[in-house]
């Protein structure tokens, strides 16, 4: 079923009956047709922050909750933002102990990723905001502005007292607050942090921040955005290890942290950032 067909940009009205049926799956496979075969590109997850959620309990007292969703990166779908929006806002006026809330709803989103969907809730003031760890590269001047996508900018660093086969491995945490995309059906911009883990010959500091500013008029889902960046530093670099993550802002009551790994061992926990 293609985007055009989603919420998206679309006047709607706010459900009061449990609705699944809203739910909008959109397939993975097109957007990863040009770097299915990158290691890793599978590996990971992505977690979404639901503020929005809200239902009775059986004596008809409203409850209030934090939801973090874990979507596989092996699902064959992704869930479009505002069908997910609405699906929990069809919850308001309905009766559920929290045990059957939880597994109505892991359900549901099970059904329409087509993968083991699970649901942590938190209490409204439990998540408290991380202070982001490695190098920051928003300082960094990039060797060439650009605002769309292109794996030629990134390079190895070279020259200095080793040649550039001689270059000696290294691991890095990376991070910037400069990533910027829009989205695919309304054009929104959708603003995140990225970090990268990095084990490998040192990648030039000033390609990598002009790498991420190219998103700036880039149009993908969180999701894809953050499996193209990942395939990219993968194919031009050629690491030994990479992990990508990206914390976006939110936007309406939903905030998306996709996560793609080389390396199993190298997932790393959900964080909160003030932007969040």
């Not at 007292?161 to 910027?180: F, K, N, V």
Request: charged share 20%; with cysteine.
């Amino acid at each position: 079923m293609s985007v055009d067909a989603s919420l998206l940009g679309q006047e709607t009205q706010y459900p009061t009956h449990y609705a699944p049926e809203i739910l909008f799956p959109i397939a993975r496979a097109d957007a990863r047709q040009a770097y299915a075969d990158v290691q890793g590109i599978t590996q990971g997850v992505d977690w979404w922050h639901v503020f929005e959620i809200s239902w009775l309990d059986l004596d008809g007292m409203p409850q209030v909750a934090i939801g973090r969703l874990h979507i596989p990166a092996t699902s064959s779908h992704l869930i479009e933002s505002k069908s997910l929006k609405l699906y929990f806002n069809s919850f308001n006026f309905e009766r559920y102990d929290r045990a059957d809330f939880v597994a109505t709803v892991e359900a549901d989103l099970s059904k329409a990723a087509n993968a083991d969907v699970k649901i942590e809730l938190f209490d409204v003031d439990a998540l408290t905001v991380d202070q982001p760890q490695g190098i920051c590269l928003d300082q960094v001047k990039p060797n060439v502005i650009a605002f769309h996508p292109d794996r030629s900018l990134l390079a190895l660093e070279s020259g200095g007292e080793y040649s550039d086969a001689e270059q000696p491995t290294i691991e890095q945490h990376y991070y910037s607050h400069l990533l910027r995309s829009n989205c695919p059906v309304t054009n929104q911009p959708d603003w995140g942090t990225l970090f990268i883990r990095y084990q490998g010959k040192k990648p030039c500091e000033a390609s990598l921040i002009a790498y991420i500013i190219s998103y700036r008029q880039h149009n993908g889902f969180h999701e894809q955005c953050v499996e193209q960046i990942y395939a990219d530093l993968w194919t031009a670099l050629q690491p030994e290890k990479l992990m990508v993550y990206a914390a976006y802002t939110r936007r309406g009551g939903l905030d998306i942290n996709p996560c793609r790994v080389s390396d199993l061992s190298w997932m790393l926990t959900p964080v909160r950032l003030a932007r969040q």
